[in-house]
Protein backbone atom coordinates (compact mmCIF):
# COMPACT_ATOMS: atom_id res chain seq x y z
CA UNK A 1 0.00 0.00 0.00
CA UNK A 2 1.37 3.85 -1.01
CA UNK A 3 1.62 6.34 1.82
CA UNK A 4 -1.36 8.53 1.54
CA UNK A 5 -3.67 5.24 1.11
CA UNK A 6 -2.27 4.12 4.32
CA UNK A 7 -3.17 7.74 5.83
CA UNK A 8 -6.63 7.49 4.17
CA UNK A 9 -7.45 4.41 6.41
CA UNK A 10 -5.68 5.57 9.53
CA UNK A 11 -8.13 8.62 9.77
CA UNK A 12 -11.34 6.48 9.12
CA UNK A 13 -14.30 6.06 11.27
CA UNK A 14 -16.83 4.26 9.48
CA UNK A 15 -17.49 1.28 11.72
CA UNK A 16 -18.55 -0.47 8.20
CA UNK A 17 -15.47 0.91 6.41
CA UNK A 18 -13.65 -0.24 9.25
CA UNK A 19 -15.30 -3.96 8.79
CA UNK A 20 -14.28 -3.80 5.27
CA UNK A 21 -10.55 -2.72 5.81
CA UNK A 22 -10.47 -6.00 8.65
CA UNK A 23 -12.24 -8.34 6.21
CA UNK A 24 -9.26 -7.69 3.42
CA UNK A 25 -6.67 -8.03 5.75
CA UNK A 26 -8.05 -11.24 7.48
CA UNK A 27 -8.69 -12.43 3.92
CA UNK A 28 -4.94 -12.58 2.54
CA UNK A 29 -3.60 -13.85 5.52
CA UNK A 30 -5.71 -17.06 5.24
CA UNK A 31 -4.63 -17.08 1.29
CA UNK A 32 -1.05 -16.37 2.62
CA UNK A 33 -0.56 -17.66 5.96
CA UNK A 34 -3.53 -20.81 5.83
CA UNK A 35 -5.41 -18.92 8.81
CA UNK A 36 -3.16 -20.20 11.35
CA UNK A 37 -2.34 -18.85 14.98
CA UNK A 38 0.53 -19.51 16.86
CA UNK A 39 1.75 -19.34 20.27
CA UNK A 40 5.24 -17.97 21.23
CA UNK A 41 6.40 -17.79 24.93
CA UNK A 42 8.59 -15.17 26.96
CA UNK A 43 10.66 -15.48 29.69
CA UNK A 44 11.41 -12.28 31.40
CA UNK A 45 14.46 -13.23 32.99
CA UNK A 46 15.55 -9.54 34.36
CA UNK A 47 14.44 -6.32 34.90
CA UNK A 48 17.93 -4.50 35.66
CA UNK A 49 17.74 -1.71 32.88
CA UNK A 50 20.52 0.84 32.24
CA UNK A 51 19.40 3.04 29.92
CA UNK A 52 21.58 2.16 26.44
CA UNK A 53 24.27 2.70 25.05
CA UNK A 54 25.07 5.48 22.01
CA UNK A 55 27.62 3.78 19.10
CA UNK A 56 29.06 1.33 21.95
CA UNK A 57 30.74 3.79 23.97
CA UNK A 58 28.66 5.50 26.76
CA UNK A 59 26.12 3.77 28.63
CA UNK A 60 23.02 5.93 29.85
CA UNK A 61 21.65 5.23 33.12
CA UNK A 62 18.25 7.02 32.56
CA UNK A 63 16.46 4.71 30.31
CA UNK A 64 13.44 5.17 28.45
CA UNK A 65 11.05 8.26 29.29
CA UNK A 66 7.98 5.76 28.99
CA UNK A 67 9.08 2.70 30.43
CA UNK A 68 9.10 1.07 33.78
CA UNK A 69 11.28 -0.95 34.17
CA UNK A 70 14.01 2.02 33.23
CA UNK A 71 17.08 2.53 35.23
CA UNK A 72 16.22 5.72 37.38
CA UNK A 73 13.03 3.95 38.49
CA UNK A 74 14.28 3.75 42.36
CA UNK A 75 10.56 1.99 43.20
CA UNK A 76 10.63 -1.13 41.19
CA UNK A 77 11.63 -4.31 43.11
CA UNK A 78 14.57 -5.89 41.10
CA UNK A 79 15.48 -9.04 39.88
CA UNK A 80 17.71 -11.45 37.69
CA UNK A 81 16.68 -14.95 37.36
CA UNK A 82 19.70 -17.72 37.31
CA UNK A 83 21.58 -18.67 34.52
CA UNK A 84 20.04 -22.53 35.04
CA UNK A 85 16.82 -21.37 36.13
CA UNK A 86 16.78 -19.44 32.78
CA UNK A 87 17.63 -22.88 30.49
CA UNK A 88 15.39 -25.05 33.26
CA UNK A 89 12.12 -23.18 32.49
CA UNK A 90 12.72 -22.96 28.71
CA UNK A 91 13.56 -26.30 28.30
CA UNK A 92 10.54 -27.18 30.32
CA UNK A 93 8.08 -24.77 28.52
CA UNK A 94 10.16 -26.54 25.08
CA UNK A 95 9.59 -30.57 25.66
CA UNK A 96 6.78 -30.39 27.98
CA UNK A 97 4.33 -27.54 27.24
CA UNK A 98 5.34 -27.75 23.39
CA UNK A 99 6.82 -24.09 22.62
CA UNK A 100 8.43 -24.27 19.62
CA UNK A 101 9.79 -20.92 19.68
CA UNK A 102 10.80 -18.83 23.17
CA UNK A 103 11.82 -15.13 23.34
CA UNK A 104 14.25 -14.51 26.16
CA UNK A 105 13.66 -11.31 27.16
CA UNK A 106 15.59 -8.20 29.71
CA UNK A 107 16.31 -4.58 30.04
CA UNK A 108 19.85 -3.63 28.97
CA UNK A 109 21.32 -5.53 31.60
CA UNK A 110 25.01 -6.48 31.47
CA UNK A 111 25.25 -8.73 34.44
CA UNK A 112 24.47 -11.47 31.79
CA UNK A 113 27.85 -10.89 29.50
CA UNK A 114 27.39 -12.10 26.30
CA UNK A 115 29.40 -15.42 27.35
CA UNK A 116 26.59 -15.99 29.50
CA UNK A 117 24.30 -15.29 26.80
CA UNK A 118 25.62 -17.97 24.45
CA UNK A 119 26.43 -20.70 27.03
CA UNK A 120 22.24 -20.48 28.03
CA UNK A 121 21.31 -20.20 24.39
CA UNK A 122 23.54 -23.50 23.70
CA UNK A 123 22.17 -25.31 26.86
CA UNK A 124 18.57 -24.57 25.48
CA UNK A 125 19.40 -25.96 22.50
CA UNK A 126 21.48 -29.51 23.65
CA UNK A 127 18.19 -30.09 25.48
CA UNK A 128 15.53 -28.91 23.50
CA UNK A 129 14.53 -28.16 20.18
CA UNK A 130 13.01 -24.79 20.01
CA UNK A 131 13.70 -21.28 18.23
CA UNK A 132 15.11 -18.88 20.16
CA UNK A 133 14.71 -14.99 19.94
CA UNK A 134 16.23 -12.65 22.12
CA UNK A 135 15.29 -9.25 23.33
CA UNK A 136 18.05 -7.98 25.00
CA UNK A 137 18.76 -4.43 23.57
CA UNK A 138 21.59 -3.24 22.05
CA UNK A 139 25.04 -4.63 22.16
CA UNK A 140 27.81 -5.03 19.76
CA UNK A 141 28.51 -6.31 16.45
CA UNK A 142 30.81 -8.94 17.80
CA UNK A 143 28.31 -9.95 20.73
CA UNK A 144 25.41 -10.39 18.33
CA UNK A 145 27.74 -12.53 15.67
CA UNK A 146 28.64 -14.66 19.10
CA UNK A 147 24.94 -14.95 19.69
CA UNK A 148 23.94 -16.14 16.18
CA UNK A 149 26.69 -18.16 16.79
CA UNK A 150 25.50 -20.10 19.62
CA UNK A 151 21.91 -20.74 17.88
CA UNK A 152 19.80 -17.94 18.46
CA UNK A 153 18.19 -17.32 15.29
CA UNK A 154 15.51 -14.05 15.89
CA UNK A 155 16.10 -10.41 17.61
CA UNK A 156 13.15 -8.44 18.96
CA UNK A 157 14.09 -5.09 18.92
CA UNK A 158 11.54 -2.22 18.33
CA UNK A 159 11.84 1.49 17.09
CA UNK A 160 8.94 2.56 18.55
CA UNK A 161 8.54 5.87 16.17
CA UNK A 162 10.49 6.39 12.88
CA UNK A 163 9.82 9.93 13.84
CA UNK A 164 13.29 11.26 14.63
CA UNK A 165 12.50 14.42 17.05
CA UNK A 166 10.15 12.06 19.01
CA UNK A 167 12.25 9.22 18.96
CA UNK A 168 14.90 11.72 20.65
CA UNK A 169 12.26 13.19 22.88
CA UNK A 170 11.92 10.09 24.21
CA UNK A 171 15.29 8.65 24.82
CA UNK A 172 17.26 11.14 26.26
CA UNK A 173 20.71 10.91 24.27
CA UNK A 174 19.53 8.62 21.77
CA UNK A 175 19.24 9.08 17.79
CA UNK A 176 16.59 7.07 15.69
CA UNK A 177 19.43 6.23 13.30
CA UNK A 178 21.77 4.36 15.92
CA UNK A 179 18.70 1.95 17.03
CA UNK A 180 18.03 1.08 12.90
CA UNK A 181 22.10 0.90 12.78
CA UNK A 182 21.58 -2.00 15.16
CA UNK A 183 18.43 -3.35 13.60
CA UNK A 184 20.18 -3.87 9.84
CA UNK A 185 23.38 -5.21 11.71
CA UNK A 186 21.21 -7.95 13.54
CA UNK A 187 19.77 -8.81 9.80
CA UNK A 188 23.48 -8.63 8.05
CA UNK A 189 24.71 -11.30 10.51
CA UNK A 190 21.35 -13.29 9.81
CA UNK A 191 18.26 -12.82 12.45
CA UNK A 192 15.29 -12.47 11.78
CA UNK A 193 13.80 -9.33 12.87
CA UNK A 194 11.01 -8.63 15.23
CA UNK A 195 10.08 -5.25 15.16
CA UNK A 196 7.92 -2.22 14.99
CA UNK A 197 5.84 0.62 16.70
CA UNK A 198 4.88 2.06 19.79
CA UNK A 199 0.89 3.71 18.70
CA UNK A 200 -0.25 6.46 20.78
CA UNK A 201 2.62 7.56 22.46
CA UNK A 202 2.46 10.61 23.25
CA UNK A 203 5.48 13.51 23.29
CA UNK A 204 6.82 14.78 26.66
CA UNK A 205 7.10 18.17 25.56
CA UNK A 206 4.17 18.87 23.33
CA UNK A 207 4.76 22.54 22.77
CA UNK A 208 8.06 21.81 21.37
CA UNK A 209 7.63 18.23 19.83
CA UNK A 210 4.33 17.18 18.38
CA UNK A 211 2.50 13.97 19.42
CA UNK A 212 2.67 10.90 17.28
CA UNK A 213 0.58 11.75 14.45
CA UNK A 214 -1.54 9.48 11.52
CA UNK A 215 1.85 10.40 9.06
CA UNK A 216 4.15 9.27 11.45
CA UNK A 217 2.24 6.02 11.67
CA UNK A 218 2.02 5.44 8.31
CA UNK A 219 5.99 5.84 7.88
CA UNK A 220 6.04 3.61 10.93
CA UNK A 221 4.36 0.54 8.52
CA UNK A 222 6.52 1.53 5.69
CA UNK A 223 10.23 1.45 7.68
CA UNK A 224 9.02 -2.61 9.03
CA UNK A 225 8.56 -3.15 5.02
CA UNK A 226 11.95 -1.61 4.25
CA UNK A 227 13.77 -3.14 7.39
CA UNK A 228 12.10 -6.30 6.17
CA UNK A 229 10.82 -7.84 9.73
CA UNK A 230 9.11 -10.79 9.57
CA UNK A 231 7.34 -10.52 12.46
CA UNK A 232 5.52 -6.88 13.28
CA UNK A 233 5.43 -5.57 17.15
CA UNK A 234 3.38 -3.10 17.39
CA UNK A 235 1.47 -2.14 20.15
CA UNK A 236 -0.27 0.80 22.28
CA UNK A 237 1.55 2.69 24.32
CA UNK A 238 0.53 2.08 27.85
CA UNK A 239 1.57 4.36 30.58
CA UNK A 240 3.63 2.78 33.22
CA UNK A 241 3.70 2.85 36.96
CA UNK A 242 6.45 6.03 38.46
CA UNK A 243 7.76 5.86 34.57
CA UNK A 244 8.80 10.03 33.51
CA UNK A 245 6.37 9.67 30.16
CA UNK A 246 3.14 9.10 33.03
CA UNK A 247 4.33 11.87 35.26
CA UNK A 248 4.53 14.85 32.17
CA UNK A 249 1.87 13.17 30.49
CA UNK A 250 -0.66 11.97 33.16
CA UNK A 251 -3.92 12.59 30.97
CA UNK A 252 -2.56 9.99 28.07
CA UNK A 253 -3.37 6.95 29.94
CA UNK A 254 -3.18 4.10 27.01
CA UNK A 255 -3.08 4.49 23.02
CA UNK A 256 -6.66 3.68 21.36
CA UNK A 257 -7.26 -0.34 20.80
CA UNK A 258 -9.18 0.61 17.40
CA UNK A 259 -6.00 2.45 15.91
CA UNK A 260 -4.03 -0.66 16.62
CA UNK A 261 -6.64 -3.02 15.19
CA UNK A 262 -5.99 -0.84 12.51
CA UNK A 263 -2.48 -0.51 12.12
CA UNK A 264 -2.20 -4.73 12.52
CA UNK A 265 -4.70 -4.67 9.45
CA UNK A 266 -3.02 -2.75 7.38
CA UNK A 267 0.08 -3.90 7.94
CA UNK A 268 -1.16 -7.20 6.95
CA UNK A 269 -2.21 -5.79 3.67
CA UNK A 270 0.97 -4.01 2.85
CA UNK A 271 3.04 -7.25 3.79
CA UNK A 272 1.47 -9.77 3.65
CA UNK A 273 3.59 -12.34 4.70
CA UNK A 274 4.46 -10.89 8.15
CA UNK A 275 3.63 -12.34 11.75
CA UNK A 276 1.60 -9.71 13.90
CA UNK A 277 1.29 -10.81 17.36
CA UNK A 278 -1.30 -9.78 19.83
CA UNK A 279 1.07 -8.29 22.18
CA UNK A 280 0.46 -8.09 25.92
CA UNK A 281 -0.17 -4.48 25.52
CA UNK A 282 -2.78 -4.45 23.73
CA UNK A 283 -4.87 -7.35 25.39
CA UNK A 284 -3.99 -4.82 28.87
CA UNK A 285 -5.75 -1.97 26.77
CA UNK A 286 -8.46 -3.96 25.85
CA UNK A 287 -9.12 -5.52 29.09
CA UNK A 288 -9.92 -2.59 30.47
CA UNK A 289 -12.17 -1.64 27.56
CA UNK A 290 -14.05 -4.24 25.87
CA UNK A 291 -12.30 -7.11 27.67
CA UNK A 292 -9.32 -9.58 26.70
CA UNK A 293 -11.61 -12.20 24.83
CA UNK A 294 -13.17 -9.68 22.69
CA UNK A 295 -9.68 -7.82 22.14
CA UNK A 296 -7.94 -11.25 21.05
CA UNK A 297 -10.70 -12.28 18.95
CA UNK A 298 -10.98 -8.83 17.08
CA UNK A 299 -7.14 -8.51 16.60
CA UNK A 300 -7.05 -12.36 14.71
CA UNK A 301 -9.86 -10.77 12.69
CA UNK A 302 -7.76 -7.57 12.26
CA UNK A 303 -4.96 -9.81 10.50
CA UNK A 304 -2.76 -10.80 13.76
CA UNK A 305 -1.58 -14.21 13.58
CA UNK A 306 0.32 -15.11 17.10
CA UNK A 307 0.03 -14.58 21.08
CA UNK A 308 3.13 -14.01 23.01
CA UNK A 309 2.05 -15.04 27.26
CA UNK A 310 4.64 -14.52 29.74
CA UNK A 311 5.91 -17.61 31.01
CA UNK A 312 8.18 -15.98 33.95
CA UNK A 313 8.00 -17.62 37.32
CA UNK A 314 5.13 -16.25 39.63
CA UNK A 315 7.59 -14.96 42.14
CA UNK A 316 9.23 -12.84 39.93
CA UNK A 317 6.50 -11.60 36.52
CA UNK A 318 4.99 -9.25 39.12
CA UNK A 319 7.83 -7.39 38.87
CA UNK A 320 8.18 -7.25 35.47
CA UNK A 321 6.17 -3.64 35.12
CA UNK A 322 6.85 -2.42 30.98
CA UNK A 323 3.35 -0.72 31.53
CA UNK A 324 0.11 -0.91 33.90
CA UNK A 325 -1.05 -4.36 33.27
CA UNK A 326 1.70 -5.82 31.96
CA UNK A 327 1.62 -9.76 33.12
CA UNK A 328 -1.98 -10.09 34.40
CA UNK A 329 -3.48 -12.94 33.40
CA UNK A 330 -0.13 -14.67 32.05
CA UNK A 331 0.04 -17.92 31.16
CA UNK A 332 0.92 -19.20 34.48
CA UNK A 333 -1.88 -21.77 34.34
CA UNK A 334 -4.01 -24.39 31.73
CA UNK A 335 -7.31 -22.30 32.23
CA UNK A 336 -5.19 -19.22 30.77
CA UNK A 337 -3.84 -21.46 27.96
CA UNK A 338 -7.18 -22.86 27.66
CA UNK A 339 -8.37 -19.36 27.21
CA UNK A 340 -6.18 -18.69 24.19
CA UNK A 341 -7.30 -21.80 22.35
CA UNK A 342 -11.14 -20.90 22.86
CA UNK A 343 -10.47 -17.97 21.06
CA UNK A 344 -8.17 -19.19 18.48
CA UNK A 345 -11.08 -22.14 17.68
CA UNK A 346 -14.11 -19.40 17.77
CA UNK A 347 -12.31 -17.84 15.11
CA UNK A 348 -12.08 -20.72 13.11
CA UNK A 349 -8.42 -20.57 13.49
CA UNK A 350 -5.90 -23.33 13.25
CA UNK A 351 -3.34 -23.89 15.65
CA UNK A 352 0.00 -23.49 13.86
CA UNK A 353 2.96 -26.04 14.39
CA UNK A 354 4.69 -23.59 16.63
CA UNK A 355 2.67 -24.73 19.80
CA UNK A 356 1.97 -28.67 20.67
CA UNK A 357 3.61 -31.64 21.98
CA UNK A 358 2.64 -33.54 19.44
CA UNK A 359 4.27 -31.70 16.66
CA UNK A 360 7.53 -33.08 14.92
CA UNK A 361 8.94 -30.39 13.69
CA UNK A 362 12.49 -29.54 15.04
CA UNK A 363 13.49 -26.32 14.94
CA UNK A 364 15.28 -25.71 11.75
CA UNK A 365 11.92 -26.35 10.29
CA UNK A 366 10.10 -24.50 12.50
CA UNK A 367 11.92 -21.68 11.01
CA UNK A 368 11.82 -22.88 7.58
CA UNK A 369 8.09 -23.40 7.77
CA UNK A 370 6.98 -20.19 9.39
CA UNK A 371 10.16 -18.04 8.00
CA UNK A 372 10.21 -19.15 5.07
CA UNK A 373 14.11 -19.42 5.27
CA UNK A 374 16.12 -22.11 4.49
CA UNK A 375 17.32 -24.80 6.88
CA UNK A 376 20.97 -24.77 5.47
CA UNK A 377 21.64 -20.73 5.97
CA UNK A 378 19.59 -21.12 9.34
CA UNK A 379 20.99 -24.20 10.97
CA UNK A 380 24.83 -25.11 8.94
CA UNK A 381 26.00 -26.98 11.80
CA UNK A 382 22.42 -29.05 12.47
CA UNK A 383 22.15 -32.63 13.88
CA UNK A 384 19.72 -34.63 15.67
CA UNK A 385 20.20 -34.42 19.54
CA UNK A 386 19.89 -36.51 21.93
CA UNK A 387 16.93 -36.00 24.03
CA UNK A 388 18.05 -35.51 27.88
CA UNK A 389 15.80 -36.21 30.72
CA UNK A 390 13.06 -33.63 31.04
CA UNK A 391 13.12 -30.71 34.19
CA UNK A 392 11.27 -30.82 36.78
CA UNK A 393 11.53 -27.50 38.87
CA UNK A 394 8.94 -25.23 37.00
CA UNK A 395 5.53 -26.46 37.40
CA UNK A 396 2.64 -24.47 35.61
Known sequence: MERAEIVRWLKENNPEKLQEL???????????????????????F????????ESGEKYRNDGCLYCGLRGGNSNLVRYRMRPEDIVSLAVYAANELGFK??????????????????????????????????SIGERTRIDYQKLWDAGARGM???????????????????????????????????????????????????EKIPDQTLESIADDILLMKDLG?????????????????????????????????????????????????????????????????????QAIKAGATAFMPSLTPPEFFQHYRLYKGKNEGCFMSRKTMNDLL??????????????????????????????????????????KRKRVAKPTRFKL
Not at 23 to 38: E, F, G, H, I
Request: include cysteine.
Open 22 to 44: YSMACSVKRRVLKNTVCVHGIIE
Open 46 to 53: SNYCFGGR
Open 101 to 134: MLVLQSGIDFYYSTETLTEIIKEIRRQARVLIFL
Open 156 to 206: LFRFETSDTLLYAALHPGGKLENRLKHLRLMKEIGFILASGPMLGIPSPWP
Open 229 to 297: VKMATLGPYVQAPDAVLGRLRPEVKHGDAELVLKVIALTRLTMPGVRIPCTTALEAVGRETVGIENIRR
Open 342 to 383: KVIRGEKSELCASFGKKSELSSDDLVKKNFRLTRKKFFPCWR
